[in-house]
C-alpha cells in the first residue's frame, strides 16, 4: 500500500480475510486481520468471509466499517468529506426467498 501511494496510483485498496472460519473465531479473526489496517487508514472496500451462510457476512463486515469510518472522519476532514459523499448500502434482498438457477 505505501508503494502505491508512493508511485501516487489512486486504486481502490481491498482488504478481506478469506474463510475465516465460523462463529465468534471467523469474526475475531477478520475483526483483527481487516480492523488492524483500517485503523492504520489502509482500504477502501471490505470482505468478511465466513465458513457460514453468505447474510451472517454482512454484520461484521457492516460494523468493523462503521468503526473505521467514525474513527477516520474524526481524525481527518478530507476522509470526513469524502465519506459524507457514499450513500450508505441498505440491503434489500429477500433471504427468505430464495431459488436455484437452472
Not at 472496500?45 to 463486515?61: A, I, K, M, N, Q
Not at 468529506?81 to 440491503?91: C, G, I, K, N, P
Request: net charge negative; glycine share 8%.
Amino acid at each position: 500500500a505505501s508503494e502505491m501511494y508512493r508511485l501516487d496510483w489512486d486504486y481502490p485498496l481491498h482488504l478481506g480475510v478469506t474463510e475465516a472460519g465460523e462463529g465468534e473465531d471467523g469474526r475475531m479473526k477478520s475483526a483483527v486481520g481487516i480492523g488492524t489496517l483500517l485503523a492504520d487508514g489502509l482500504g477502501d472496500t471490505v470482505r468478511v468471509s465466513l465458513t457460514e451462510d453468505p447474510e451472517f457476512e454482512y454484520e461484521p463486515c457492516n460494523r468493523l466499517s462503521e468503526m473505521a469510518e467514525g474513527r477516520l472522519a474524526a481524525t481527518n476532514p478530507a476522509a470526513a468529506e469524502r465519506q459524507s459523499a457514499v450513500r450508505s448500502y441498505v440491503d434489500t434482498r429477500d433471504i427468505t426467498n430464495y431459488s436455484r438457477r437452472v
